[in-house]
T-cell receptor
């Protein structure tokens, strides 16, 4: 199956800082999703993107569907301690029904 | 009123045993999934059922057998457990109605440790 590369693999930041992470693929996708997974829990959907170039916000989170359709970006502004977790991108390739492929994850630690 | 629930949350067992993990969703969704998350947190789909019919079956050993008694339940049975089966197994569901793709909602996970 396909694997999406996320970077950075991990981040340690001070509370209040902004965060940027991205997800890249070698092939094009029709949909990008961003999930957050907290320790001991399942992934929870943050943002869904359906169109190249689309920019969507959810509170302090903003995600973009890359214009090449091979990447996506997630930004978190003014980070707070509860932003801690692992952030996953997931992409849907064309003509694959409802199958998503997940990225390798970005682990975020926020230092108060 | 949990949307997607899994039991058990933790499962510790000996190599060679057979075990089952259960999943239930009360969202009225038609499609359910099993994912495996390894020690490096990589999430990989294993199976997907739509209205009790298998629609996705990734390369998974045939020791793993999903069973869907109805569209609200998708159980995972594992025969002859091996050390490498140790992982967190997530169940997920989505509405299952076109047009695809759809958002998937995940359960809390089952942490399987094979000794």
């Amino acid at each position: 199956g396909q694997q999406l590369n996320q970077s950075p693999q991990s981040m340690f930041i001070q509370e209040g800082e902004d965060v940027s992470m991205n997800c890249t693929s070698s092939s094009i996708f029709n949909t990008w999703l961003w999930y957050k997974q907290e320790p001991g829990e399942g992934p929870v959907l943050l943002i869904a993107l359906y169109k190249a170039g689309e920019l969507t916000s959810n509170g302090r989170l903003t995600a973009q569907f890359g214009i090449t359709r091979k990447d996506s970006f997630l930004n978190i502004s003014a980070s707070i301690p509860s932003d801690v977790g692992i952030y996953f991108c997931a992409g849907h390739p064309p003509n694959t029904g409802n199958q998503f492929y997940f990225g390798t994850g970005t682990s975020l630690t926020v230092i108060p | 009123d949990t949307a997607v629930s899994q039991t058990p949350k933790y499962l510790v067992t000996q190599m060679g045993n057979d075990k089952s993990i259960k999943c239930e969703q009360n969202l009225g969704h038609d499609t359910m999934y099993w994912y495996k998350q390894d020690s490096k947190k990589f999430l990989k789909i294993m199976f997907s059922y739509n209205n009790k019919e298998l629609i996705i079956n990734e390369t998974v050993p045939n020791r793993f057998s999903p069973k869907s008694p109805d569209k609200a339940h998708l159980n995972l049975h594992i025969n002859s457990l091996e050390l490498g089966d140790s992982a967190v197994y997530f169940c997920a569901s989505s509405p299952g109605r076109r047009p695809f793709p759809e958002t998937q909602y995940f359960g809390p996970g089952t942490r399987l440790l094979v000794l």
